[in-house]
């Protein structure tokens, strides 16, 4: 039993540690394309139209396949991918479709009239973006960016399918070579379980933190 313990126990934390890669890299590099998404809608006929079908496609196809598709598809452009980077960048363009819905609802939910307000005072739309809207539609979107990192650790799971050695993917291996798949899935779930309730710590720790700068201005 030592034995079985001492064997899953690392190889599903080194699992961890690459879906955790993974998970974040994919929600930082969608954000940019996220805030181009939710602004879009500020643009003409055209880019509006551009925003909807990225968004109809990503958010109205399954993940597995869209994983599929950027993994297989990219070689036949002549591009080689890694397939954790592979994986990295169908997770990256998936959450930004739905991150820009969490963007596009944080910068409605700033009142208009701060923003005619600051107009009147001669800001520039960079300052007045950077200064009035972003740092008020950061505090309105971070339980919503906490619920999407929370999914973006558990749709990694499907990564596995490409032959990266994410926790699922370490878990099925562990159950295959100790032949005790209770033990090693169980395990598994209790670390995702566990990364669910830190992220969701961690984000409640900084929205309390960000109310207590907000209300001592």
């Known amino acids: 039993m030592e034995k079985t313990v001492a064997h899953i126990w690392p190889a599903l934390l080194d699992g961890l540690t690459t ?25 003409g006929r055209g880019i509006r139209a551009l925003a909807g079908i990225y968004l109809s496609f990503w958010r109205g196809t399954p993940i597995l396949v ?51 307000a600051a107009k009147m005072l001669g800001l520039s739309t960079r300052t007045i973006f950077l200064h009035i809207e972003a740092p008020q539609a950061f505090r309105t979107m971070l339980p919503a960016l906490v619920g999407e990192m929370q999914a973006l650790v558990k749709n990694s799971s499907l990564v596995s ?19 005790r798949p209770l033990d090693a899935y169980a395990s598994a779930l209790i670390l995702y379980v566990a990364v669910g309730m830190l992220l969701a710590g961690v984000g409640l720790l900084i929205e309390r933190r960000l ?7």
């Open 66 to 116: 869209q994983l599929l598709i950027i993994f297989y598809i990219l070689p036949f452009l002549g591009l080689e991918l890694d397939p954790i980077v592979a994986a990295i960048v169908a997770l990256a363009l998936n959450t930004a479709a739905f991150q820009s819905e969490i963007y596009r609802a944080g910068l409605q939910a700033i009142p208009k009239g701060e923003i005619e």
């Open 211 to 217: 109310s207590h700068r907000s209300e001592g201005q």
């Open 19 to 43: 879906t955790m890669t993974i998970s974040l890299a994919a929600l930082l590099l969608g954000a940019p394309l996220a805030l181009l998404l939710a602004t879009a809608g500020r643009g």
């Open 161 to 179: 399918v490409i032959a990266v050695t994410d926790l699922t993917r370490r878990a099925q291996q562990v159950a295959a070579s100790t032949f």
